[in-house]
């Protein structure tokens, strides 16, 4: 594809009225066969960086034919002129991060599967399979099970009974949806992933633990995505239920009656004990740990391997264990290694106290 084509599919050129509405240069209009990091991109590839990301050192040993720079920053002039004296193609965008993810579908669009049931799946004669929906080898489909229209159910999948998928959605290879589980249009789960497994209940008593019957479900809202080995648990009683458009990476454990707003985006080792509640636009990093019935407001924070135990405010910025604002957690993180020679230096401090106090050494005497 030449670049000049690939210029007028980005979605940032064509709310600016066109290529000739953005800064760029064709250099050559040269043919783009694929993409690739900055540092790896050869000759007939497409690159990316932002402003911060990758300064001139970077730039002089690119050998990309086609780049996506930062139209803001300061180092953006002195980019595109670099990018020109080197006869790269380039286009100057308010968010090239965008851009490339924009260029990668267009330069790898997705296979679509054809649509059927292959002969070894097991589907149950109380299903509903939708027009356009593509049903693996050795899928297994459960009692009143829906699935909508155009979904994509990859070898291994299992949907236990009244599993309802909406249309568009994509399950992967040995993906399962237990009983009751309910998906919007156009989610994704990755493979080996489980939706609506028990939640871990147990009630204790003299003679061990009493199982509670985990009878609730677990609603995965309009364009959420799963991803490989991640587990949301169904509750006793009631639902747990992921807000739309929401990311959760891979091995990921939310439990159950556990509830989030929209676009909340949850790090790969996230964890999250029953009843937590999230708002819209929350941000777990890896390994954040929530406590039972934590709550984290709307666009709240907690960087990676923080630990919530209570309430952190909408907005908010939380690290640490137990977590505390950011800035305050920065400032502690800075102590810390300075406490072996403050330490040292209060026994000293301790030291010449005692011998002032001591009788005969000059000072006061000790009472």
Request: hydrophobic content about 40%; some cysteine.
């Amino acid at each position: 594809m030449r670049f000049s084509d690939l210029l007028g599919l980005l979605s940032e050129v064509q709310a600016a009225g066109g290529p000739q509405a953005v800064p760029h240069e064709l250099g050559g209009d040269a043919e783009i066969e694929s993409a690739a990091a900055l540092d790896q991109a050869d000759p007939g590839q497409i690159a990316f960086l932002e402003s911060g990301h990758a300064l001139g050192s970077v730039l002089d040993t690119c050998r990309a034919s086609a780049l996506l720079l930062p139209a803001r920053g300061e180092d953006s002039a002195a980019l595109q002129q670099l990018a020109s004296s080197r006869g790269m193609a380039w286009v100057a965008l308010q968010d090239p991060r965008l851009g490339f993810a924009e260029v990668l579908e267009h330069l790898f669009p997705p296979t679509p599967l054809p649509a059927g049931v292959h002969p070894s799946a097991v589907v149950d004669p109380s299903a509903a399979v939708g027009q356009g929906s593509h049903l693996g080898a050795h899928v297994v489909v459960g009692a009143n099970v829906t699935i909508a229209e155009n979904c994509c159910l990859h070898p291994g999948v299992v949907l236990y009974d009244g599993v309802a998928l909406a249309e568009g959605c994509t399950l992967h290879a040995g993906a399962v949806v237990h009983p009751g589980s309910s998906l919007g249009r156009g989610c994704v789960v990755h493979s080996n992933a489980v939706i609506g497994s028990e939640g871990f209940g147990f009630v204790p008593t003299a003679n061990g633990w009493r199982k509670m019957p985990q009878t609730g479900r677990v609603v995965l809202e309009d364009g959420v995505e799963v991803g490989c080995g991640s587990t949301i648990d169904r509750p006793a009683v009631g639902e747990t239920r992921i807000g739309a458009g929401t990311k959760i990476d891979n091995l990921v454990h939310i439990g159950h009656g556990v509830s989030t707003g929209r676009g909340c985006a949850l790090a790969a080792q996230v964890g999250i004990a029953g009843g937590a509640r999230l708002g819209n636009g929350v941000i777990l990093a890896g390994q954040v740990g929530l406590a039972n019935r934590a709550v984290m407001g709307d666009g709240a924070i907690a960087s990676s391997k923080s630990g919530i135990h209570g309430e952190v405010g909408a907005g908010e910025v939380v690290s640490g264990y137990p977590a505390i604002p950011n800035r305050l957690w920065l400032r502690c993180s800075a102590a810390f290694s300075k406490l072996p020679e403050l330490t040292r230096q209060l026994r000293q401090l301790e030291k010449r106290q005692n011998a002032q106090e001591q009788p005969g050494s000059g000072g006061k005497a000790a009472t």
